[in-house]
């Protein structure tokens, strides 16, 4: 079956780097976009951005362009995301997520990764 | 950038009864229109897909439709189980997310 399993919970400083990997079985890993999605506590749902895990091509939302890097290792079956210059605003549950072939829609979610930024 | 207003951000509903809540894109987004739940402390969960089309597995109390740049989602007859958050999401343009919509036990 489907899944996507992703890295444990981190806690870091104002400034550091943070690099969550999404683990993905039961499919073709090369064949379906990977999107980031993250929720700040209590907060609704924000679109990051994607990968395609075949080219490795990325599409970043503006407002992480500059502080997010996805990248993929397809031997492994993973994507990676990868944000730097944390602030305390970063303080959220990060999601990666699957995209099916109908209207783009995720149809496969990761379990959530809490990152808490703190001094 | 699209924009999704959703509405209302909150709703109290008994057991049984119909719930509508509503998403108005800021353009057109043709049907990329899509329907997810979420309890607390879990990923969201997809339920209708092309604005309209149900998720194999969602039961049929619940129901996506579009009128141009507005979209609705119904739910028949309220269970139990329903009791979460619901979100919009364009994908039409990149991605855009409404604000969300709780719906609580009145």
């Known amino acids: 079956q489907v899944q996507l399993v992703q890295s444990g919970a981190e806690v870091k400083k104002p400034g550091a780097s943070v690099k969550i990997s999404c683990r993905a079985s039961?499919?073709?890993?090369?064949?379906?976009?990977i999107h980031w999605v993250r929720q700040a506590p209590g907060q609704g749902l924000e679109w990051m951005g994607l990968i395609h895990p075949n080219s490795g091509d990325t599409n970043y939302a503006q407002r992480f362009q500059g502080r997010v890097t996805m990248t993929r290792d397809t031997s492994f079956t993973t994507a990676y995301m990868e944000l730097s210059r944390l602030e305390s605003d970063d303080t959220a549950i990060y999601f990666c997520?699957?995209?099916?072939?109908?209207?783009?829609?995720?149809?496969?979610w990761g379990q959530g990764t809490m990152v808490t930024v703190s001094s | 950038d699209i924009q999704m207003t959703q509405s209302p951000s909150s709703l109290s509903a008994s057991v049984g009864d119909r719930v509508t809540i509503t998403c108005r894109a800021s353009q057109t987004i043709s049907s990329y229109l899509n329907w997810y739940q979420q309890k607390p402390g879990k990923a969201p969960k997809l339920l209708i897909y092309g604005a309209s089309i149900l998720l194999s597995g969602v039961p049929s109390r619940f129901s996506g439709s579009e009128s141009g740049t507005d979209f609705t989602l119904t739910i028949s007859s309220l269970q139990p189980e329903d009791f979460a958050t619901y979100y919009c999401q364009q994908t039409y343009s990149a991605v855009t997310f409404g604000g969300g919509t709780k719906v609580e036990i009145k």
């Open positions: 039961g499919y073709m890993f090369t064949g379906f976009y």
């Open positions: 997520a699957r995209v099916s072939t109908g209207y783009d829609a995720f149809d496969f």
